[in-house]
């Protein structure tokens, strides 16, 4: 993965910049200034351009970075915050005021900038005169992460500009019906499954592979209920030619680890790396880990910022493994008074026991998102975590593959996925504990399973806007009982976070979102 993290510096600026363009017609041209007049020439020129891409995920706002968590899980029914920003907290609790703080422009900036640096790579790596095969292959890449950038941006905000070229600072970009960045993002991972390769070796391990975009492509077709895509293109990395590339790994905390990273279990993992702190963007020696963990960390290691709902913990509770132990999940998942069944005096939180930690009754009383902690290893949360966030596990893609089939009636064949999942955590497989399930059942032993095996990986949202609950009243209620900050949720607003008013300020081409 190395190759990625030494991304050109040049390329890196002239694709930093919303257009590269002369402020001045000069005589002499400046031999020694690179920008859109004499770049992408060469294969280092479009090499250091789809590096530059992947080097935009170290950014505050991108996807797997430190905001999008706030928005996928912290903004769900699992999770809420306690931050002192009151901005920051805002999110979780439904009632954003303040629409262009740091948070909420960073983040919508942010994505916005990696779909322009997508776009110069998909419109200008065509040009470039080199080997065909790689060309194809950068040109691939890119398109995968437009379709992640955009996978977000209409998930968050809904409605949206789709842009396709490169734009220039002039450019005032209406927004386009959401079945049209959908079918875009369909198209862009359908074109990349063409040209991506199945894995790679050496230091492009961690670029965008055929089976991440498979599992992408099944992941949008299932947000939109379309059942058989779906499962057509799940199945390629379960029952097809991907089959022998991926398989869950037998310690679940692997997957979250960085030490046990890009393993059989990863189908796409944004790659981080700790090193020294550096600041500036785009610099040879900038930050390459991830700043998420601090604001997820408890009291005395992070900023607590973000805590989980106990719902979860009892979510987990509900069944024992087949041997009679607690489901081995919930310690990764949560950090809590009981991570440990032994209690305080045993749980272990940052070298210490929680009973030592000396917290007040409130802060007692929490339950912390596990995941992504850096508490194996190290005493305090930091700003360049080396952990990889993992987009995409193969386990998620056997629990989507179970949806997409039991939506198109086949719930008998879907049992065996879930089994899957289930028996890695030591639990009884479903097909013995609960035979015989309808549609409406197993999709309701579905939701519980997605709880119990992907809670703080930011599919939560997602999951409950596909499943209905942001525009049924009796659904919604449903959230109001896990989480009063549902109470308040408006259908037909909350769905969709407001446009930064800045970006609205500038354009007068954009249309804030309803009721904001």
Same mark, same amino acid.
């Given at each position: 993965?190395?190759?990625?993290?030494?991304?050109?510096?040049?390329?890196?600026?002239?694709?930093?910049?919303?257009?590269?363009?002369?402020?001045?017609?000069?005589?002499?041209? +400046?031999?020694?200034?690179?920008?859109?007049?004499?770049?992408?020439?060469?294969?280092?020129?479009?090499?250091?351009?789809?590096?530059?891409?992947?080097?935009?995920?170290?950014?505050?706002?991108?996807?797997?970075?430190?905001?999008?968590?706030? =928005?996928?899980?912290?903004?769900?029914?699992?999770?809420?915050?306690?931050?002192?920003?009151?901005?920051?907290?805002?999110?979780?609790?439904?009632?954003?005021?303040?629409?262009? *703080?740091?948070?909420?422009?960073?983040?919508?900036?942010?994505?916005?900038?990696?779909?322009?640096?997508? +776009?110069?790579?998909?419109?200008?790596?065509?040009?470039?005169?080199?080997?065909?095969?790689?060309?194809?292959?950068?040109?691939?890449?890119?398109?995968?992460?437009?379709?992640?950038?955009?996978?977000?941006?209409?998930?968050?905000?809904?409605?949206?500009?789709?842009?396709?070229?490169?734009?220039?600072?002039?450019?005032?970009?209406?927004?386009?019906?959401?079945?049209?960045?959908?079918?875009?993002?369909?198209?862009?991972?359908?074109?990349?499954?063409?040209?991506?390769?199945?894995? =790679?070796?050496?230091?492009?391990?961690?670029?965008?592979?055929?089976?991440?975009?498979?599992?992408?492509?099944?992941?949008? /077709?299932?947000?939109?209920?379309?059942?058989?895509?779906?499962?057509?293109?799940?199945?390629?990395?379960?029952?097809?030619?991907?089959?022998?590339? =991926?398989?869950?790994?037998?310690?679940?905390?692997?997957?979250?680890?960085?030490?046990?990273?890009?393993?059989?279990?990863?189908?796409?993992?944004?790659?981080?790396?700790?090193?020294?702190?550096?600041?500036?963007?785009?610099?040879?020696?900038?930050?390459?880990?991830?700043?998420?963990?601090?604001?997820?960390?408890?009291?005395?290691?992070?900023?607590?910022?973000?805590?989980?709902?106990?719902?979860?913990?009892?979510?987990?509770?509900?069944?024992?493994?087949?041997?009679?132990?607690?489901?081995?999940?919930?310690?990764?998942?949560?950090?809590?008074?009981?991570?440990?069944?032994?209690?305080?005096?045993?749980?272990?939180?940052?070298?210490?026991?929680?009973?030592?930690?000396?917290?007040?009754?409130?802060?007692?009383?929490?339950?912390?998102? /596990?995941?992504?902690?850096?508490?194996? *290893?190290?005493?305090?949360?930091?700003?360049?975590?080396?952990?990889? *966030?993992?987009?995409?596990?193969?386990?998620?893609?056997?629990?989507?593959?179970?949806?997409?089939?039991?939506?198109?009636?086949?719930?008998?064949?879907?049992?065996?996925?879930?089994?899957?999942?289930?028996?890695?955590?030591?639990?009884?497989?479903?097909?013995?504990?609960?035979?015989?399930?309808?549609?409406?059942?197993?999709?309701?032993?579905?939701? /519980?399973?997605?709880?119990?095996?992907?809670?703080?990986?930011?599919?939560?949202?997602?999951?409950?806007?596909?499943?209905?609950?942001?525009?049924?009243?009796?659904?919604?209620?449903?959230?109001?009982?896990?989480?009063?900050?549902?109470?308040?949720?408006?259908?037909?607003? +909350?769905?969709?976070?407001?446009?930064?008013?800045?970006?609205?300020?500038?354009?007068?081409?954009?249309?804030?979102?309803?009721?904001?």
């Amino acid at each position: 993965m190395n190759t990625i993290f030494k991304y050109c510096l040049a390329a890196s600026l002239v694709l930093s910049a919303t257009a590269c363009k002369k402020s001045l017609d000069l005589d002499i041209e +400046n031999p020694n200034r690179q920008d859109e007049s004499n770049f992408w020439r060469t294969s280092n020129d479009a090499l250091a351009g789809i590096n530059a891409l992947y080097g935009n995920f170290y950014r505050n706002g991108a996807p797997g970075s430190r905001w999008q968590p706030f =928005y996928m899980d912290v903004r769900s029914d699992d999770g809420y915050s306690t931050s002192p920003w009151n901005e920051l907290r805002s999110i979780g609790a439904l009632n954003i005021t303040q629409y262009s *703080f740091e948070v909420n422009r960073d983040t919508w900036g942010h994505h916005w900038r990696g779909v322009f640096r997508a +776009n110069q790579v998909i419109t200008n790596v065509p040009k470039v005169e080199m080997e065909a095969g790689l060309r194809d292959r950068y040109v691939g890449e890119a398109k995968f992460l437009r379709a992640l950038y955009y996978y977000n941006l209409v998930s968050i905000w809904g409605n949206i500009p789709l842009i396709l070229e490169p734009s220039n600072p002039a450019d005032k970009p209406s927004q386009v019906p959401q079945e049209q960045v959908w079918a875009q993002i369909e198209k862009d991972l359908t074109d990349a499954i063409a040209t991506l390769p199945a894995s =790679y070796t050496g230091d492009d391990i961690g670029r965008a592979t055929k089976g991440a975009a498979y599992a992408m492509l099944g992941r949008v /077709h299932l947000q939109q209920k379309e059942y058989q895509p779906a499962a057509d293109a799940l199945a390629w990395l379960i029952s097809g030619p991907g089959q022998s590339l =991926y398989d869950l790994v037998p310690n679940y905390y692997d997957n979250f680890k960085h030490t046990t990273e890009n393993n059989k279990e990863s189908v796409f993992e944004i790659q981080f790396k700790m090193r020294a702190e550096n600041s500036g963007e785009d610099g040879p020696a900038s930050n390459v880990g991830t700043s998420r963990s601090p604001f997820f960390g408890p009291p005395g290691h992070g900023f607590n910022d973000a805590n989980m709902h106990r719902w979860v913990v009892h979510e987990f509770l509900k069944e024992n493994t087949a041997t009679g132990e607690r489901d081995p999940r919930l310690a990764v998942t949560a950090l809590y008074d009981s991570t440990d069944p032994a209690g305080p005096n045993v749980t272990m939180v940052y070298g210490s026991t929680f009973a030592s930690k000396n917290y007040s009754a409130d802060i007692r009383n929490r339950v912390w998102y /596990h995941k992504y902690l850096d508490d194996y *290893f190290l005493r305090n949360e930091p700003f360049n975590s080396p952990i990889n *966030f993992r987009v995409i596990r193969f386990a998620d893609v056997l629990l989507m593959y179970a949806e997409a089939l039991n939506g198109l009636g086949r719930t008998a064949d879907a049992y065996a996925h879930v089994d899957r999942v289930r028996q890695r955590a030591g639990l009884a497989r479903l097909s013995v504990v609960r035979p015989g399930m309808n549609q409406a059942q197993f999709l309701q032993q579905l939701m /519980h399973e997605r709880i119990t095996e992907l809670t703080g990986e930011a599919v939560r949202w997602n999951d409950l806007a596909r499943w209905g609950y942001f525009d049924d009243p009796t659904k919604l209620n449903e959230l109001k009982a896990r989480d009063p900050e549902f109470n308040n949720f408006e259908i037909g607003k +909350n769905k969709f976070m407001p446009i930064p008013q800045s970006e609205l300020d500038i354009n007068p081409n954009l249309i804030q979102n309803p009721k904001w």
